[in-house]
């Protein structure tokens, strides 16, 4: 028996055991590098997405021991060192660009014309005033807006609304034609169930 069976013998899988955080953070990409085509069922919808990971958490040190060829359990401990910084990096990459593009949405959103129709009507509109009180502040908007080319468009945007006698949810639509934006329909709805709606024509 060779040497390197015999260490592989010895040290798997008890003294390899615990969570294997660049199986789990890189799943695929992970299995390419340690040959374990197992992790490729992470591709696999719903099941594999989410079951996945985390059984490659678990079983992948113990896979990545089996699979390949290494010459003591350090040198195998420091590579799947190096794959759960792998993992880290890439996650807060991805976090970093997702949280860079939620912040430039919403700054779009809040400097588009009709953002700022629907909050020009909401703070001047009376009931709401009489509802909420004043001042009333508009939350970051989430939504939509298209373009559809020749001075058209749609937008669909919700946000929350807050004054110094309660809170609200904004629900607004609006069109583009021939280059001018106009509210189509506003709702709020209120924190005891009512809706108010209006509806431009």
Known sequence: MALNDQVRDEAAPGN???WNWG???LTWIWGIGNRTPAAWFVLVPVIGWFGMPILLGFKGNTWAWR???WPTVDAFRRAQRKWAWGALFAWTGVIAATAVLY???TAMFEQSEPYQLAKTEIIADPKLIEILGQ???LGRPSGSMKSHGGGAGDAQFQFSLTGPKGKAKAYITAQQALG???LQGT????EDGTRLERTQH
């Not at 709702?187 to 209120?190: G, K, Q, R, V």
């Open 16 to 18: 390899l055991g615990g």
């Open 23 to 25: 199986a789990f953070g």
């Open 67 to 69: 699979n390949g060829s």
């Open 103 to 105: 912040v430039g949405m």
């Open 135 to 137: 001042p009333i502040e």
């Open 180 to 182: 001018t934006w106009q």
């Open 187 to 190: 709702a709020i709805d209120l």
